[in-house]
């Protein structure tokens, strides 16, 4: 969502754009061609504790993920050296036993960032943990900032609903603007903006590129379905609601053994860039592995089906009039109610899949409600708008 605010920031002359790049955002950054820096740029001589509790905590890590060792160390230890800071050193060995990293809230290394990089603006997403410390330390150190709302998700707005959370807060639709202003804040803070990561579903070649990339796989006279697949944990950090983290397998599992029996089905599976270790697949010419560099709009406009958890894909599939199926069982369902919402068909069966993807599949799209779904085509340009106002104000 950011990268396109990112790389408009770059092109203006009077405007340095410095890119934190945490955990596995640095490896999505860097295909982008975007230089970021991560927490290792903010460790000291004197962090000797920190490094010593990363490489504990790293060490009971899968060795062959996506992120880079040194900076899972320092993002590990800095996060946890500020969990004892915080609660003590018994509280933080608790509240790491029961939560992982979900117990994560690093306002220290975020204060060391502020201190180091002195910016006039923070910029960042809703999301927990490092980008919500940088919003609450821009609001202690009095630096503006402006957070990007995704989704319609209830604990994210929750959060954002707390008065001072944020200079600006850039929502998706009328609906979660007004839901904000409800819980609390000031019509001035909230700004319908839309979300920049679907301003590129209607550029104008998209179409032709589906084209391409249909003819290029031999999809022709086939019926293309997209799993949009996605980490589930093993407790949803908002609710405590128990999760199943071999969910997302399952459903692949399930896929797989539909489309093998149907002569005109095509199933492409797009990982999503935090699953490090995805398993191998074999080959079958009736499965496509996306590739995580390849653009999703295209895809997105090449397929005739969608299937995810919760995944913000279906949301784009929506907004291109692609018919989408949501398996309702992850912990996040009720967070992103899709279907209550009106704009998937969902199931809490993995024996009801087959049959609702057949329905759509042969024409009955189903859900339409397009009323509530974001605006869309100036997203980018409406966020960084934001960012300037607030940028000349301090000035």
Not at 281 to 298: C, F, G, M, Y
């Amino acid at each position: 969502m950011l990268i396109p605010v990112i790389r408009h920031l770059s092109t203006l002359a009077d405007f340095n754009c410095l890119v934190m790049g945490l955990t596995t955002a640095a490896s999505q950054l860097g295909r982008c061609g975007i230089q970021s820096v991560g927490f290792s740029s903010l460790l000291r001589d004197d962090d000797v504790r920190a490094i010593s509790h990363g490489r504990r905590l790293f060490s009971s890590l899968p060795q062959d993920g996506a992120v880079d060792p040194q900076e899972s160390i320092a993002y590990l230890g800095l996060s946890y050296a500020d969990l004892e800071e915080r609660l003590g050193v018994e509280g933080a060995a608790v509240e790491y036993a029961l939560k992982g990293r979900q117990a994560f809230l690093p306002l220290g290394p975020m204060r060391r960032a502020c201190i180091k990089y002195a910016p006039d603006v923070i910029v960042t997403t809703i999301s927990p943990r490092a980008e919500q410390a940088a919003i609450l330390v821009a609001s202690e150190m009095k630096i503006p900032s402006v957070c990007l709302i995704d989704l319609f998700a209830r604990p994210s707005l929750k959060r954002a609903s707390t008065q001072g959370y944020a200079t600006r807060v850039c929502v998706i639709s009328d609906s979660v603007k007004n839901w904000l202003i409800r819980a609390g804040r000031r019509p001035d803070e909230v700004v319908v903006t839309g979300n920049p990561v679907f301003d590129e579903l209607f550029a104008r070649d998209i179409k032709s590129k589906a084209v391409l990339l249909r003819e290029k796989n031999k999809w022709q006279g086939k019926k293309v379905i997209l799993w949009a697949s996605q980490i589930e944990p093993e407790r949803n950090p908002f609710s405590g609601r128990i999760g199943d983290p071999s969910l997302p397998w399952s459903v692949e599992a399930c896929l797989k053994d539909i489309i093998r029996s149907k002569d005109d089905w095509h199933l492409v599976i797009r990982y999503h860039p935090n699953q490090g270790c995805v398993p191998t697949s074999e080959v079958d010419e009736k499965i496509t592995i996306s590739e995580r560099n390849e653009p999703l709009a295209p895809l997105l406009q090449a397929v005739d089906l969608v299937v995810t958890l919760t995944s913000t894909v279906g949301l784009e599939a929506r907004l291109l009039g692609k018919p989408l199926i949501t398996v309702d069982m992850s912990v996040y369902s009720d967070d992103t109610p899709y279907a209550k919402l009106g704009f998937s068909v969902g199931i809490d069966d993995l024996s009801e899949l087959e049959s609702a993807m057949s329905r759509l599949l042969d024409g009955c799209i189903g859900p339409n409600s397009l009323s509530e779904l974001p605006r869309i085509g100036m997203a980018t340009d409406s966020v960084v708008q934001q960012i300037l106002k607030l940028s000349n104000e301090g000035a």
